[in-house]
């Protein structure tokens, strides 16, 4: 399975400010995903991210408050724009090979707004 | 409508015993993978095992295995000789062919008691 980074790991922000998120991948995967984790609640996707084009968001999510940018196969960055306490979750980027059996997710960011 | 039911918040089980995680499931896609992830306290998600559509026997990894029951749309988990490392959130999660995506169900929270 390939392995998949992020930075920062965690990180504590003021209200109004943003944070950008960045996943980088070992090896090339055909998808890669977002997903926030509210506190004491499962994952949700936030969008899949594009190689080269727009991502494609889930309902309840926007490009104006989760731009993500793919520039290459194994890179991408979500940012979490104009953050507020609720935006308060742990960030996973995953990447999937586009084989049946194969989706697996970065450490995780987990960010505290004030 | 919910997608995957996971009925048991929480469960506890002792050590080198073996348990039971519940998961069903809801899809008229035909072809469709399940997947078992394991959260610790960390965050980051530990992918355990899977088991496709139609796959003709039931998953195996290690300590880990997949009661996987098609006609009753199940997928437990079934962990043997727990040991206190396992104690942990788990996640069941879905993907179907038609939608590349991974949709989780709320999660059971596992403790290993000595």
């Known amino acids: 399975s390939a392995v998949i980074s992020q930075k920062p790991s965690r990180d504590i922000c003021q209200r109004g400010t943003s944070l950008t998120i960045q996943c980088q991948v070992d090896s090339q995967v055909t998808m890669m995903f977002w997903y926030r984790q509210q506190p004491g609640q499962s994952l949700t996707l936030i969008a899949t991210a594009n190689q080269g084009s727009e991502a494609t968001y889930e309902s309840g999510f926007v490009i104006d408050k989760f731009p993500i940018s793919r520039p290459n196969l194994t890179f991408s960055t979500l940012t979490v724009s104009n953050m507020s306490p609720e935006d308060s979750s742990i960030y996973l980027c995953s990447g999937d090979r586009g084989t049946n059996n194969e989706q697996f997710f970065g450490p995780g960011t987990r960010l505290t707004v004030l | 409508a919910q997608k995957i039911t996971q009925t048991q918040p929480g469960m506890f089980v002792q050590e080198k015993e073996a348990v039971t995680l519940d998961c069903t499931y809801d899809t008229s896609d035909p072809s469709y993978g399940l997947f078992w992830y394991k959260q610790p306290s960390s965050g980051e998600m530990i992918f355990l095992i899977y088991q496709g559509s139609y796959d003709q026997q039931n998953a195996t990894e290690g300590r880990y295995s997949l009661n996987f029951q098609k006609a009753r749309k199940s997928a437990n988990l079934v962990i043997s000789a727990s040991q206190l490392g396992d104690s942990a959130m788990y996640f069941c999660?879905?993907?179907?062919?038609?939608?590349?995506?991974?949709?989780f169900g709320k999660g059971t929270l596992l403790t290993v008691n000595p």
């Open positions: 999660a879905m993907r179907e062919r038609s939608n590349y995506k991974l949709t």
